[in-house]
């Protein structure tokens, strides 16, 4: 069957949207002993079965791999490398990589290596603010309106499909231009167009799990709606909303350099690898590598984020 | 034809074996399978679901794909071994010289062609001089009605019947030698099974199409087959002239399988207990020994080869007792 | 299938009208004084900043402000650009074919090279070739577009000095500007030399973009080549001799092809933002250059306006989609 994909973001899940369907092993007439099961609940050995298959193929270990040594150098990274990312060495401007300076400094004489690390700082928790908040004002969003239905569930939606009318990015820029720019307004610039998808998403799943056969029981037998929503539909939700945030993390991660690079993120002077680049671009004809180092880092990330989301999924997808 | 063959069959199957590469071991899924089809005969397949039958009868036209594995046999059509061909060969002798029927219609033939596309795409490629006229003509040929209508119409607008005619239209298209018809009636009603049976039958009768119908339920195949092969975990247990089988079953196996379907004139017997065994890797002995009610000692080590029984010709049976047609469950001499 | 198009087109104005409604809200709600920016900033003449404020009705009450915002907009009037001293419709006209230019040639080269890595992923699946495939398209979706376009400006332009960086045209010359789209119009002109030339100005921004549409579709184009390759018909073709090139291009394509194209419009989202990003780095004078260059400026009449125009494209693309989704799926043409 060929069904339109519903929206972009939702490709990454919605394999675990969907209710599973049987094994197909009628083209292989294996019998059909030792198959995993596909259950609501599960066994106590599940846990570290995701974990072995989030590192079974090289490409999703080494995303995840990237992704952890990303966290640690931009938190641990500026106690180790303790250079001011704001101050100018003036004498030292615009100067080659050295011992003082690993990658050299900037057209004010500031440490790039320090101001990366800084900024990853910025972009890196920004983004992770906005992802975490987004995902908690969307999946709330998309919980209460697939659950409850009804007219309540058509109201969050057309809003929904509001702010989805224009592409995230450049709601995002008019929000952070309406707003001035800073660290608060940029993570509300991110949430903003982010919060659709995340709503759309869980709500799908919602759908889907409301009408499995534990949750039918469950109502049947009386268990009150909220603890139903609780207990089972939310916890089924779980999956889909880990992977829909490390996804997105990638995502937001370039809408968050995005800004900067437009000069509608971070102020300065504080590093960020977005607005870096912006300053880095006016001389990339004499400065290549400070171009190169905020934009490797930003690229790295976003690919990590990417490959883990896709680790993940399959990871916590039964028949992958 | 080179190599002249050994038999005066028309498809020759010697010491067929598949296995299956998967997580939990390796499934010997057929283990040393040998049969023989006659031109224009119609030889019916028998077995569960896991038996082997379906991989055996899609490595007929070499359609076995990973992690499917033929690890050792010949497949002989006319004397070519079909096993050893090479991919534009093996193209050729594809819906040309052999056709397959598939177990279900609507999934099996393309949602977004219309019908006369499809049988004339399947012309095209054997280079068919006039596939449109053709067409037309093989759809009056497996009674569909209005069948200039129905080419221009895709396969969701036709029944389900419907479908499995224009499936059997097309495994017709080129006029093979044989066709493969991998449980044809399972997706269908019953009405419509025979039918579709009966159309099976008339084709063969009419055109001297070879044909092996293979299905879990030896009822589809005792009405139109002139042969049968009963198969079990990968093997063929019992084989011989359907009335012969049917009338006089030598294998347990065989006569537990009559006894579960219900006929008139024959009282069932206790179904069959049990499971077959995993084939990961197989048994050592007998592999019905485990459900096996007359099971003797030498059963589970040592797995019988199929012998003639009683001195019937072509009746034979793998099994250790010296089953005698008076000892058939069901039924008082 | 009529009653889907209704439908759809029934949502159009209402979505529509919530846009406006938002960039009315995002216009009031940003600091500065419209009269003000119009007349000219601090230093201008309160009498005059008085009279536009009374010319422009913005001390009506906010609703009626946004009615009559509402009612010049579906008249066509999108107001005047203050930057620009000119009406909007205007110089978006002027603006619209280099954008257009961008981001046709960015599909024209990201479409076939995205669907070929896609098809080549799903036929070799799980072997290096797929795996090659899928960290390219993922690389692509990951890599910052605004830096990418730096990198390879750096290569091909400052490095090797290959390709213009900048701009639609060598400094000093003028195309005779009669669709806007400088590929055509040096044509109609008949001069092969700056055609060329047009070429390699669009080279760069054109390559750079289409890695968008390229990293989305190589993605779906597997998922979907995969999803086909696996159904039985895919194997009843096999099973009756049906060439594997037909097979694929021919048969499992018309399949797969279906549901990608509700994606190209999904895709279109991620073209603009990179349009909007590409413009900005190789300075090319098109509508997201534009856009940013009123956003800094603060001349909101822009702003709103490519916001709408943006918004109306996105609808009527997902509008056309479905409708050709539904046109091409022999399932849903008759019901």
């Not at chain 2, 030498?298 to 099994?319: I, M």
């Not at chain 3, 398209?137 to 577009?145: E, F, L, T, V």
Request: hydrophobic share 50%; net charge neutral.
């Amino acid at each position: 069957m060929t069904t339109p994909p519903a929206d972009l973001p939702t490709e990454a899940t919605a394999a675990l949207a969907a209710p599973l369907p049987e094994a197909e092993l009628s083209a292989a007439e294996l019998p059909t002993a030792g198959l995993p099961e596909a259950g609501p609940r599960r066994s106590h050995g599940r846990g570290r079965a995701v974990l072995r298959r989030l590192f079974r193929s090289k490409l999703s270990g080494a995303g995840v791999l990237v992704l952890a040594v990303v966290v640690v150098a931009v938190t641990v990274g500026p106690f180790v490398w303790t250079v001011d990312p704001n101050e100018q060495d003036l004498l030292a401007r615009s100067a080659n990589p050295s011992a003082e300076h690993p990658l050299g400094t900037d057209s004010l004489g500031r440490d790039v290596l320090s101001r990366v690390l800084h900024g990853g700082r910025a972009s890196l928790s920004i983004a992770l603010v906005a992802v975490a908040v987004s995902t908690t004002i969307g999946g709330s969003i998309g919980l209460v309106a697939g659950f409850v239905r009804g007219v309540t569930d058509s109201i969050l939606m057309r809003l929904m499909d509001v702010l989805l009318a224009l592409p995230s990015l450049l709601l995002a820029l008019l929000v952070s231009a309406t707003l001035g720019p800073s660290v608060r307004n940029t993570v509300i610039a991110v949430v903003l167009p982010s919060i659709p998808a995340d709503a759309r998403m869980v709500r799908s799943v919602v759908l889907s799990v409301r009408e499995r056969d534990f949750v039918l029981a469950a109502r049947a037998s009386g268990v009150r709606p909220w603890r139903i929503m609780v207990r089972h539909v939310l916890a089924n939700c779980l999956g889909t909303v880990l992977v829909m945030a490390s996804v997105s993390l990638g995502f937001v991660l370039l809408i968050v350099a995005g800004l900067g690079f437009l000069g509608l993120g971070v102020p300065p002077p504080d590093a960020e690898w977005g607005a870096m680049l912006s300053d880095a671009s006016t001389y990339i004809v004499s400065r290549p590598v400070v171009v190169l180092a905020p934009g490797l880092a930003i690229f790295l990330t976003a690919l990590a984020a990417n490959l883990t989301g896709d680790a993940l999924r399959d990871a916590l997808d039964p028949r992958a | 034809m080179p190599g002249a063959p050994p038999s005066d069959a028309l498809l020759e199957v010697r010491d067929l074996s598949i296995t299956f590469e998967g997580r939990h071991g390796r499934t010997h899924a057929v283990r040393g399978v040998s049969f023989d089809v006659a031109a224009g005969e119609l030889v019916g397949i028998v077995g569960e679901s896991g038996c082997g039958k379906s991989v055996t009868a899609r490595a007929l036209l070499g359609l076995v794909d990973a992690p499917g594995q033929i690890t050792d046999g010949t497949i002989r059509l006319d004397g070519d071994d079909v096993l050893t061909m090479d991919a534009r060969t093996l193209r050729s002798v594809r819906g040309r010289r052999i056709a397959m029927v598939f177990q279900d219609p609507m999934t099996s033939l393309n949602p977004v062609f219309t019908v006369g596309r499809q049988l004339i795409d399947v012309m095209r490629a054997h280079g068919h001089p006039s596939p449109e006229a053709r067409a037309l003509e093989l759809l009056e040929q497996v009674e569909i009605p209005a069948p200039a209508l129905r080419l221009r119409q895709y396969p969701h607008e036709l029944s389900g019947g419907m479908r499995q005619r224009v499936m059997i239209a097309m495994a017709l298209a080129n006029e093979p030698e044989v066709i493969v018809a991998d449980e044809p009636t399972t997706a269908l009603d019953v009405t419509i099974q025979a039918q579709i049976l009966d159309l099976l039958r008339r084709i063969n009768r009419d055109q001297q199409t070879a044909i092996v119908l293979i299905s879990h339920s030896l009822d589809v195949v005792v009405d139109v087959a002139e042969r049968v092969l009963v198969f079990y975990a990968g093997r063929i247990v019992e084989s011989g002239p359907t009335s012969r089988v049917f009338e006089a079953p030598a294998h347990p196996y065989t006569r537990a399988l009559l006894g579960v379907v219900p006929r008139p004139g024959r009282a069932a017997v206790e179904p069959l207990a049990g499971s077959p065994p995993s084939l990961a890797p197989p048994p050592a002995g007998c592999a019905f020994a485990p459900r096996c009610r007359a099971r003797l000692d030498r059963c589970v080590e040592d797995d019988p080869a199929l012998d003639v029984v009683d001195g019937t010709p072509g009746h034979a049976a793998a099994c250790w007792l010296d089953v005698s047609p008076r000892h058939e469950p069901g039924r008082t001499a | 299938m009529r009653a889907l198009v209704l439908r759809r087109l029934a949502v159009l104005p209402v979505l529509l009208l919530g846009t406006t409604l938002l960039v009315f809200v995002l216009g009031r709600l940003a600091p500065g004084d419209p009269a003000e920016l119009f007349a000219g900033g601090h230093q201008a003449d309160p009498e005059v900043i008085e009279r536009v404020r009374t010319e422009w009705g913005l001390e009506d009450p906010l609703p009626v402000q946004y009615a009559r915002y509402v009612g010049r907009v579906v008249r066509g009037d999108l107001g005047r650009s203050t930057t620009q001293q000119a009406d909007v419709t205007d110089v978006l006209g002027r603006r619209l074919p280099a954008s257009l230019e961008l981001t046709g040639g960015a599909l024209l080269i990201g479409v076939p090279v995205g669907v070929g890595l896609g098809v080549a992923a799903a036929r070799h699946r799980g072997r290096a070739l797929d795996d090659a495939s899928r960290l390219v398209a993922m690389a692509g979706a990951s890599a910052p577009i605004f830096w990418v376009a730096l990198v390879l400006g750096y290569l091909f332009s400052v490095r090797l000095g290959w390709l213009p960086l900048s701009g639609r045209l060598p400094p000093f010359t003028t195309v005779d500007e009669v669709t806007g789209f400088y590929t055509v119009d040096a044509l109609l002109q008949g001069d092969l030399d700056l055609f060329g030339s047009v070429l390699r100005h669009l080279a760069l921004p054109v390559i750079t973009l289409a890695i968008v549409p390229a990293a989305v579709l190589a993605r779906f184009a597997r998922a979907s080549f995969l999803e086909v390759l696996g159904e039985n018909y895919i194997r009843t073709a096999h099973a009756y001799g049906i060439p594997q090139r037909t097979v694929v291009w021919r048969l499992a394509a018309r399949n797969a092809v279906l549901p990608l194209i509700t994606l190209l419009s999904l895709l279109l989202p991620a073209l603009i933002v990179g349009a909007v990003l590409v413009e900005n780095v190789f300075s090319w004078p098109g509508v997201g250059s534009f856009l940013l260059e009123a956003l800094q400026a603060r001349d909101y009449a822009v702003v709103q306006s490519v916001t709408l125009i943006v918004a109306a494209i996105y609808a009527l693309t997902g509008l056309a989609a479905d409708v050709a989704y539904a046109a091409l799926d022999p399932r849903t043409r008759r019901s």
